[in-house]
């Protein structure tokens, strides 16, 4: 996690220490104007533009309203901005500002209040009612979210204490959260699957999409990276897997170099994943042999072995495809969604089994 930091006093900048003492894990940066130690601002504007579009978080130690203020020409949207917390200089409160939930400021300012032994100061609506937040659900547990914008649909019916439906490609661990039921249509509801619905269940459907899709990957030397992308992002169309579920593009190692594999990785804003052919010849499963492949790189099928150990075994969507000197291949890790029976309350179980043993199955994808 990158964070910045800015304070204005030296009392702000001798809290401001803490506050990266309390995050050993983190990348921090602590910015003040003129004082040692800290790296220098020129303007509490030009700290901010860079601070929201690179970093997982920025703290102000100091007033509301210069983070308000500062922030507020580079918003983006909910599901792009960084977590923005403000303290007070004396340290009595932690404030979750902008992104509570997606980007994880909830979480960050409850850990920094306990670490500063100061009071959060948390104002999203469901965390105030402990009521199921979908977003910082989706957030905790690798989720994107398609469309942020039916997110306060579904908040709002869970205000007015209105069931909200919960559809699943996935088992999960643990009861429902309160508030939600498992039903396939309605007015609100969650879609949890990595495919896009066509159409959608219910009338406001909040998808969450599990980035739990690898791309296997094979190509000539020398390939075009648009034609490349182009064909790749044709068979997930096809397959009608949403981008957002796109974890890594894996190939063997001799394609670390190759400009399109690596422009392709880069075009999704995902891992490129690399492995031997020793490696990729350790994975089990059933692989389309192709002898010129094995002579060429010491291992009989690239795309779909590499798919498959990105994976970690997983279920496979798309075998091995060929076009003009590129192929593709496409595994599902296996997933499941996992709810803490201790803080959710009990739903009905019988409806929520049905809705299990009736969900579709990754399985039943296009495997050919």
Same mark, same amino acid.
């Given at each position: 996690?990158?964070?910045?930091?800015?304070?204005? *006093?030296?009392?702000?900048?001798?809290?401001?220490?803490?506050?990266?003492?309390?995050?050993?894990?983190? $990348?921090?940066?602590?910015?003040?104007?003129?004082?040692?130690?800290?790296?220098?601002?020129?303007?509490?504007?030009?700290?901010?533009?860079?601070?929201?579009?690179?970093?997982?978080?920025?703290?102000?130690?100091?007033?509301?309203?210069?983070?308000?203020?500062?922030? &507020? %020409?580079?918003?983006?949207?909910?599901?792009?901005?960084?977590?923005?917390?403000?303290?007070?200089?004396?340290?009595?409160?932690?404030?979750?500002? #902008?992104?509570?939930?997606?980007?994880?400021?909830?979480? #960050?300012?409850?850990?920094?209040?306990?670490?500063?032994?100061?009071? /959060?100061?948390?104002?999203?609506? *469901?965390?105030?009612?402990?009521?199921?937040?979908?977003?910082? !659900? &989706?957030?905790?547990?690798?989720?994107?979210?398609? $469309?942020?914008?039916?997110?306060?649909?579904?908040?709002?019916?869970? #205000?007015?204490?209105?069931?909200?439906?919960?559809?699943?490609?996935? %088992?999960? *661990?643990?009861?429902?959260?309160?508030?939600?039921? @498992?039903?396939? +249509? =309605?007015?609100?509801?969650?879609?949890?699957?990595?495919?896009?619905?066509?159409? %959608?269940?219910?009338?406001?459907?909040?998808?969450?999409? /599990?980035?739990?899709?690898?791309?296997?990957?094979?190509?000539?030397?020398?390939?075009?990276?648009?034609?490349?992308?182009?064909?790749?992002?044709?068979?997930?169309?096809?397959?009608?897997?949403?981008?957002? &579920?796109?974890?890594?593009?894996?190939?063997?190692?001799?394609?670390?170099?190759?400009?399109?594999?690596? &422009? #392709?990785?880069?075009? !999704?804003?995902?891992? @490129?994943?690399?492995?031997?052919?020793?490696?990729?010849?350790?994975?089990?499963?059933?692989?389309?042999?192709?002898?010129?492949?094995?002579?060429?790189?010491?291992?009989?099928?690239?795309?779909?072995?590499?798919?498959?150990?990105?994976?970690?075994? =997983? +279920?496979?969507?798309?075998?091995? *495809?060929?076009?003009?000197?590129?192929?593709?291949?496409?595994?599902?890790?296996?997933?499941?969604?996992?709810?803490?029976?201790?803080?959710?309350?009990?739903?009905?179980?019988?409806?929520?089994?049905?809705?299990?043993?009736?969900?579709?199955?990754?399985?039943?994808?296009?495997?050919?």
């Amino acid at each position: 996690m990158i964070v910045s930091v800015i304070a204005f *006093t030296d009392r702000g900048r001798a809290l401001s220490r803490r506050v990266a003492a309390a995050l050993p894990e983190a $990348d921090v940066t602590l910015y003040a104007r003129d004082a040692e130690g800290f790296a220098p601002v020129g303007s509490v504007r030009a700290f901010a533009q860079r601070a929201m579009a690179e970093d997982d978080a920025v703290i102000f130690v100091g007033a509301a309203g210069i983070a308000v203020r500062a922030a &507020a %020409p580079f918003l983006r949207g909910k599901d792009a901005d960084p977590a923005v917390l403000v303290l007070d200089e004396n340290g009595r409160f932690v404030i979750s500002l #902008l992104s509570g939930h997606l980007g994880g400021a909830n979480r #960050l300012t409850e850990r920094l209040a306990r670490e500063l032994a100061a009071i /959060p100061v948390i104002t999203t609506a *469901t965390d105030g009612r402990g009521l199921f937040a979908a977003d910082d !659900w &989706a957030a905790q547990h690798g989720c994107a979210v398609r $469309d942020t914008r039916e997110i306060r649909h579904i908040s709002a019916a869970l #205000l007015r204490g209105e069931a909200v439906g919960w559809r699943s490609d996935f %088992p999960h *661990t643990g009861a429902l959260p309160a508030g939600l039921c @498992a039903k396939k +249509t =309605g007015e609100n509801g969650i879609l949890l699957s990595v495919f896009a619905p066509d159409p %959608p269940p219910f009338a406001h459907t909040l998808q969450l999409i /599990p980035r739990i899709v690898h791309v296997g990957i094979g190509c000539r030397r020398g390939a075009s990276p648009d034609t490349l992308r182009s064909w790749a992002e044709r068979q997930l169309s096809d397959l009608r897997i949403c981008p957002q &579920a796109v974890a890594s593009v894996a190939s063997i190692d001799r394609k670390s170099d190759e400009p399109a594999v690596l &422009a #392709l990785a880069q075009s !999704w804003n995902v891992p @490129a994943r690399f492995y031997t052919a020793d490696e990729l010849n350790a994975v089990s499963g059933d692989f389309p042999p192709s002898d010129f492949v094995r002579q060429t790189t010491g291992t009989d099928n690239v795309c779909q072995r590499a798919a498959a150990r990105a994976a970690d075994g =997983g +279920t496979c969507l798309l075998k091995k *495809t060929a076009c003009s000197g590129m192929t593709i291949s496409v595994y599902c890790e296996h997933w499941r969604a996992e709810f803490c029976v201790s803080a959710m309350a009990e739903i009905d179980r019988t409806g929520a089994d049905m809705e299990q043993r009736e969900a579709p199955h990754l399985r039943d994808r296009r495997t050919e």
